[in-house]
């Protein structure tokens, strides 16, 4: 089926490095293809190290003269790539909702929300204020300024095509850095058409370049970045093994590094919560994008006197959910991403089935109705869980809520804490001593007070333990692309 946008100049399938569009060096290809069908969208650069160089080489060379733009320049180019996105947040939703499979609902909702990230950066841009420090003796005077970093690499993940390579650029640019990205091989359009409406905002040449790859090339595009010296930072949302490895190879060039990595969220309901806001803050926190989500929550602790009950209400709730293609109307679960999302999460339900546990609902792969591609899954409950199955030590990363059962706030507080990841936590009670207890004991970057809907652009998102490190949004989202500097100055 053909996609259809009301701009086709936004979809592209070539690098854009120094203010040109170019096939990669050695004029390899790959296709992008539909999660719902598997047909092929579009062909897009198969870029090699060649080309990474290339664009670390542009944005090098433009990064003395960007940074030098006073900050209103930079914020008035960001706000009107900010009108740009908006404008054009139908085509964008189509790109998103085609390669990624999420609603058309979800895919414009991300627009907006990515949106908000270049908005509220181009406003933060303008506020990066230094210090003056009170000195010891009369004869000195000390300041603390903020200078960007430099050249920064952006790589990002398929579960937000868009949302989080802008929670990337954006304060990038606003700090006065410039850009090379690359972003996940399965979701590179929506990504392009976004640089080039920043071509059309007016954006210097060199400023953004972005090279797209397959999977077998990754290692060598992004290892061209690692290796250089004039890429000063990383920053990275994906997987813990793949962030791992860049914070291993980007040592012998001690580069700055944001790490938004996996979390394996624990979702608490006490006994005194409100169990339908706390059923509605779990559909809302686990079902958005089939659950392919980095704060979804992984599992879910019910306290044993409100379990069944709890349990009824979901089910009954999950067994509305309707599954279907991205742009059908009425979808609110699109396909999973590919073959082998869909193979890890058939495999943890069997594995929790094998291990004990009861299946409440869903618990099977599902065709998608008029195509043979199975990547669909049917939302799942599963009760009875336990910390011997595989879900319990790893994100799913799909539609399946498992119920473990908890006795009393001690057992749930350890049994909560008791992985290597550290992003998002859940928790539903209307005991206030309980709430601040609870939520300054548990070890997540971020915590949802009865509250399923975390991420905003004036907040900070990121991890602690394994799940990374950096912040993206807010003032401190600022920070990540700058550098503290330390003027003394002695009397004339
Ligand atoms: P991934 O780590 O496989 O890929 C992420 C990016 O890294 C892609 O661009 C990919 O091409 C690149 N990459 C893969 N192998 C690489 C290598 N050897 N060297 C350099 N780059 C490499 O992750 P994914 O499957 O695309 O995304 C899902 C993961 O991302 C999940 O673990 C999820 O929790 C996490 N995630 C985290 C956040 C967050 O903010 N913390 C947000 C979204 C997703």
Redesign the pocket.
């Known amino acids: 089926m053909a996609l259809n946008l009301d701009r086709p100049d936004l979809l592209r399938s070539n690098n854009f490095i120094g203010g040109q569009w170019c096939s990669s060096v050695v004029g390899a290809s790959y296709p992008v293809c539909d999660p719902a069908t598997g047909e092929a969208i579009a062909i897009v650069a198969d870029s090699t190290a060649a080309d990474a160089q290339a664009a670390t080489v542009a944005a090098h060379q433009a990064f003395d003269s960007w940074r030098q733009q006073p900050a209103a320049v930079r914020a008035q180019l960001l706000k009107r790539w900010h009108a740009l996105i908006l404008e054009h947040t139908e085509d964008l939703a189509r790109l998103i909702s085609r390669e990624q499979g999420k609603p058309m609902s979800e895919a414009r909702g991300e627009v907006a929300y990515g949106a908000s990230y270049v908005d509220w950066f181009a406003a933060e841009a303008v506020r990066s204020y230094g210090d003056i420090i009170p000195t010891p003796v009369r004869s000195k005077k000390m300041l603390v300024t903020k200078e960007p970093v430099g050249v920064v690499a952006a ?6 095509p868009l949302a ?1 390579i802008v ?1 990337k650029i954006a304060p990038a640019l606003a700090a006065g850095c410039t850009v090379v990205a ?5 979701t590179p359009l929506t990504a392009l058409a976004l640089v080039a409406l920043a071509e059309e905002a007016g954006l210097p040449a060199g400023v953004l370049n972005i090279v797209t ?1 397959s ?1 077998e090339q ?2 060598e ?3 061209a970045w ?1 290796d250089d010296g004039r890429v000063r930072k990383i920053t ?8 791992k ?2 914070a291993r ?1 980007s040592a012998p060039t001690l580069k700055r590094l944001s ?5 394996n969220a624990p979702f608490i309901v006490f006994e005194d919560a409100d169990l339908d806001a706390a059923v509605e803050g779990l559909m809302a926190a686990k079902f958005r994008n089939g659950g ?5 929550p992984n599992r879910v602790y019910v306290q044993e006197s409100v379990y069944d009950a709890f349990a009824d209400k979901l089910v009954a709730r999950v067994q509305s959910l309707r599954v279907g293609p991205g742009d059908h109307d009425d979808s609110q679960i699109g396909p999973m ?1 590919n073959a082998r ?1 869909v193979d890890k999460i058939e495999r943890h339900v069997q594995d929790a089935l094998a291990r004990g546990a009861s299946l409440l609902t869903g618990g099977q792969r599902l065709s998608g109705g008029d195509t043979n591609v199975p990547n669909y899954y049917a939302p799942t409950v599963l009760g009875d869980a336990s910390h011997e199955m595989e879900l319990s030590q790893d ?1 799913t ?1 799909g539609p399946v809520v498992p119920l473990f059962r908890f006795r009393d706030e001690e057992e749930v507080v350890d049994a909560a804490n008791d992985t290597p990841y550290g ?1 998002a936590a859940y928790f539903y009670s209307r005991d206030v001593t309980r709430i601040w207890r609870l939520a300054e004991r548990l070890q997540t970057g971020l915590v949802g007070i009865n509250e399923g809907a975390l991420a905003a652009e004036s907040a900070p ?3 602690v333990k394994e ?2 490190y950096g912040r ?1 949004g807010s003032r401190y989202g600022l920070d990540d692309y700058m550098a503290t500097k330390y003027l003394c100055q002695g009397n004339l």
């Open positions: 790589i990002t993940p398929w579960n937000f989080m929670r690359k972003p996940a091989e399965d790859s999977r990754v290692s595009v992004v290892g690692l990275f949302t994906g997987s813990t093994a793949v962030g490895l860049l190879d790490l938004e990595l996996g979390g392919q989500t980095c704060v979804s991403i999302a994100e990363f992003l998102f990121g991890g799940s990374g993206e």
